[in-house]
């Protein structure tokens, strides 16, 4: 069973540091790298850059920043989650905004956790160690029936 | 002031010019009245001279009649001449009573009846005679030429006073008639004014009706072009009103986005630098001297603290941009609330808390939180280093305004920079003696300042210091 990660992030350093940190905290696991929301979307609706991509096979979990180029990261789980195929996809917030209408509209919008960036590298590493684990460990995903349906 | 005197004149005019020609139309009205009433007495004067003068020449064929029945008895001895004669008599009796009843209101008339009478009554009394004579003599030619002698000079006197009398009363008649004529013009000149008095005043009063409606509609034009120009200027006011406000909303937006992009563009380069120096440390430690490491810590470090510094500028900013609104508020339990957190915190349970019981006010509850936690996080930082460290919370009257404190035994402050206290990233101290970023008493000053209030610092270096503040403006005073 391969677990694919999917990470929404268009700065390179962010990018870095959070590969980096997976890797760190023994993440083995694929991640799929997507520059902004046009993109994440593509992916999972196997549109544009990743026509014909079988759409059946989602990543178990996606990390989501929110200031994105082009669709934003809200916009993202909005239509994430308005589509039959991806609306029990878990979708965790991964930004450097702790506004709290942000927070708040993450979470009414459907995100399933919304984490804080650190600055601080061994915090982040931390962070996304924790993450990874629970999501790609202790997590039981949805049943791929329910996804698909 | 002439033409204000001029202006009262005309007031006066048009106030008491309407008045003045009614009192006029109603002196003129009565004299008419009472000309018609005149020409109504003086004609029944006229009247009245008429059925005298009527009477009298009764009274004279009355004369004429029972002189030619005596004169005819004494010719014929017909008895119808004598029962004319007594008819006659009897008429001429009750003709001489009616113009001496007629005449009762004139003395002179009176006098002349006075006159007459005897000689009307001697005149009967002599024909009596004469016809009593015939009667029992017959027909005697001396006789009856004696009489009608003696008679004819009885009779002209008689025919005399009579002719007096009546002239007497013709003379009176034409008085009145005239009198009644002059009466009849007067009436007639009255009335002539009257009508025209009305005329020229109905004239007067059409006039000024026009006028005034003229000078109301006028008026009414006026009231309606300042309505019109009120609205103008209150359409402009609302629209500028609208202008200034949408100007604020997109400010606030700016601002807004602004500080999102503080935090999440800067923090992300920040994150960046940190991070890989410190990847550098942990991962690649045996390729770098002593020293370098140590350069790497510092870069670290420093991304660190200003990714703070973001963070502590981004919650000032936020102090400014949020929600504002008042409740009350028990500052008492607040403030017990935030000193236990900061224990729990900083865990130091050595420090005495005072809180004045029932310290309520009307304010913006979040707001009023961040400057508890900002006031006694202060007082607990700057008492770390106190033995029996104590911090007190209450209110007292400083100069009839009531003002909240919260107060310290701690390091304190020299007076002399009290006012780079509320300044942002003023500090008083280095982070050797107490870490901190000098934004806390900035943020302070923007919560007081949103609540209209004033907020200042008291202190002495080793005493310990207090902070002041107010939460109303200084009129509002309500501190309950």
């Known amino acids: 069973m391969n677990k694919v990660l999917l990470l929404v992030e268009d700065n390179l350093s962010d990018e870095k540091l959070t590969v980096r940190a997976f890797k760190k905290s023994g993440v083995s696991n694929e991640i799929v790298v997507v520059r902004d929301g046009a993109e994440a979307l593509d992916y999972l609706f196997g549109t544009g850059k990743f026509e014909g991509r079988d759409t059946t096979a989602l990543p178990t979990v996606m990390l989501l920043d929110l200031k994105l180029p082009r669709i934003d990261g809200l916009e993202v789980l909005r239509r994430v989650r308005a589509d039959e195929r991806t609306k029990c996809l878990p979708v965790v917030i991964l930004t450097a905004s702790k506004e709290h209408e942000d927070v708040a509209r993450g979470y009414s919008l459907g995100a399933n956790a919304y984490v804080r960036k650190p600055v601080d590298f061994s915090e982040f590493a931390e962070a996304a160690k924790t993450v990874g684990l629970f999501w790609l460990l202790l997590n039981e995903p949805p049943p791929k029936s329910t996804g698909a349906s | 002031m002439m033409r204000v005197g001029s202006a009262d004149l005309a007031r006066h005019v048009d106030s008491l010019g309407p008045w003045v020609a009614l009192g006029i139309l109603g002196l003129v009205l009565g004299l008419g009245a009472r000309s018609t009433l005149l020409v109504v007495g003086n004609s029944a004067w006229v009247e009245h001279s008429h059925q005298v003068i009527e009477a009298l020449d009764e009274l004279a064929l009355d004369v004429s009649v029972t002189m030619s029945a005596r004169r005819g008895f004494s010719l014929t001895g017909d008895s119808d001449q004598l029962a004319r004669y007594s008819t006659a008599t009897r008429d001429l009796r009750s003709a001489t009573r009616r113009v001496r009843a007629l005449t009762s209101d004139n003395p002179g008339q009176q006098r002349r009846l006075d006159g007459l009478e005897p000689l009307l009554e001697k005149t009967i009394v002599r024909r009596d005679a004469v016809i009593t004579y015939r009667r029992a003599h017959g027909f005697q030619p001396d006789r009856e030429a004696q009489a009608t002698r003696e008679g004819t000079s009885a009779y002209d006197e008689l025919v005399l006073r009579m002719g007096d009398f009546a002239a007497e009363e013709r003379r009176l008649l034409v008085e009145r008639e005239r009198r009644t004529a002059e009466s009849?013009?007067?009436?007639?000149?009255?009335?002539?004014?009257?009508?025209?008095?009305?005329?020229?005043?109905?004239?007067?009063?059409?006039?000024?009706?026009?006028?005034?409606?003229?000078?109301?509609?006028?008026?009414?034009?006026?009231?309606?072009?300042?309505?019109?120009?009120?609205?103008?200027?209150?359409?402009?006011?609302?629209?500028?009103?609208?202008?200034?406000?949408?100007?604020?909303?997109?400010?606030?937006?700016?601002?807004?986005?602004?500080?999102?992009?503080?935090?999440?563009?800067?923090?992300?380069?920040?994150?960046?630098?940190?991070?890989?120096?410190?990847?550098?440390?942990?991962?690649?430690?045996?390729?770098?001297?002593?020293?370098?490491?140590?350069?790497?810590?510092?870069?670290?470090?420093?991304?660190?603290?200003?990714?703070?510094?973001?963070?502590?500028?981004?919650?000032?900013?936020?102090?400014?941009?949020?929600?504002?609104?008042?409740?009350?508020?028990?500052?008492?339990?607040?403030?017990?609330?935030?000193?236990?957190?900061?224990?729990?915190?900083?865990?130091?349970?050595?420090?005495?808390?005072?809180?004045?019981?029932?310290?309520?006010?009307?304010?913006?509850?979040?707001?009023?939180?961040?400057?508890?936690?900002?006031?006694?996080?202060?007082?607990?930082?700057?008492?770390?280093?106190?033995?029996?460290?104590?911090?007190?919370?209450?209110?007292?009257?400083?100069?009839?305004?009531?003002?909240?404190?919260?107060?310290?035994?701690?390091?304190?402050?020299?007076?002399?920079?009290?006012?780079?206290?509320?300044?942002?990233?003023?500090?008083?101290?280095?982070?050797?003696?107490?870490?901190?970023?000098?934004?806390?008493?900035?943020?302070?000053?923007?919560?007081?300042?949103?609540?209209?209030?004033?907020?200042?610092?008291?202190?002495?270096?080793?005493?310990?210091?207090?902070?002041?503040?107010?939460?109303c403006p200084r009129a509002a005073g309500r501190l309950i």
């Open chain 2, 184 to 471: 009849v013009l007067r009436t007639e000149v009255s009335e002539g004014i009257g009508a025209g008095l009305s005329v020229t005043l109905m004239a007067t009063v059409i006039v000024r009706l026009r006028r005034e409606g003229r000078r109301r509609k006028r008026s009414e034009d006026t009231v309606r072009e300042s309505e019109k120009a009120i609205k103008v200027l209150n359409e402009d006011l609302e629209r500028r009103v609208g202008e200034r406000t949408a100007e604020l909303k997109m400010t606030n937006a700016e601002l807004e986005s602004f500080s999102y992009s503080v935090v999440h563009d800067l923090r992300a380069p920040l994150r960046g630098m940190g991070g890989f120096a410190e990847i550098l440390l942990s991962e690649h430690q045996d390729s770098f001297s002593a020293d370098a490491q140590d350069c790497l810590r510092e870069i670290h470090r420093n991304a660190a603290k200003m990714a703070t510094l973001i963070d502590a500028l981004v919650s000032m900013s936020r102090v400014m941009r949020s929600a504002f609104g008042r409740t009350r508020v028990d500052l008492s339990a607040l403030a017990r609330v935030v000193a236990s957190q900061l224990a729990a915190v900083e865990g130091r349970p050595s420090v005495d808390l005072v809180v004045q019981e029932s310290l309520r006010a009307d304010v913006d509850p979040a707001l009023a939180r961040t400057l508890f936690e900002v006031l006694l996080g202060n007082a607990w930082k700057f008492t770390a280093q106190t033995e029996s460290a104590r911090i007190e919370i209450g209110d007292t009257e400083v100069d009839g305004e009531r003002v909240l404190f919260v107060r310290d035994n701690g390091a304190g402050f020299d007076m002399a920079h009290a006012e780079k206290l509320f300044a942002p990233f003023g500090r008083l101290h280095t982070d050797g003696e107490f870490q901190g970023l000098g934004i806390g008493l900035a943020t302070a000053r923007r919560i007081i300042q949103r609540h209209s209030g004033r907020i200042w610092a008291d202190g002495q270096v080793g005493r310990g210091a207090a902070v002041y503040f107010t939460l």
